[in-house]
């Protein structure tokens, strides 16, 4: 996967993160998998889904910055993205994103959560007319151990 993809998907990622503020995102705290799929049009090869482990505490849940899953610790400032109309309805978030620096780029992203579960995608729109969709899905293992 080049740079630039790399880049691309710690952004989007750490963008999300960026949802911030005093809202918190409905989700339980414990020991989670998440899986991130992500996919680009014309790419040469499929791109593998990333998959990983995150504790999160009931303190991360005070800031959903702390409950997003970074992108294998690879690329990305939150501070070139901005979040818009971050709206939380019962178990749904949604939000709108604009990105300035070195990968120009707007989106819109939904989650879905449950006690136990949340799925949801994001779909940026690069420089130059390439999309992006990211999915993610995270499944709740128990509680934290650490």
């Not at 940026?124 to 509680?143: A, E, F, H, I, P």
Request: net charge positive; proline share 6%; aromatic share 4%.
């Amino acid at each position: 996967m080049s740079g630039r993809t790399w880049a691309v998907l710690g952004v989007a990622v750490v963008g999300l993160a960026a949802t911030g503020g005093a809202q918190t995102m409905p989700r339980r705290d414990g020991l989670w998998k998440v899986q991130i799929q992500m996919q680009m049009p014309n790419m040469p090869m499929a791109i593998p889904p990333m998959t990983q482990e995150q504790c999160v505490t009931p303190e991360d849940l005070k800031d959903p910055i702390r409950t997003v899953p970074q992108a294998n610790g690879r690329g990305g400032n939150a501070q070139d993205c901005k979040m818009t109309d971050y709206q939380t309805v019962g178990n749904k978030v949604t939000w709108k994103m604009e990105c300035t620096g070195r990968a120009p780029m707007n989106g819109t992203g939904e989650m879905v959560y449950t006690n136990d579960t949340y799925a949801g995608q994001m779909t940026m729109n690069m420089q130059g007319g390439q999309t992006m969709t990211m999915r993610m899905n995270g499944v709740r293992l128990g509680d934290c151990t650490r």
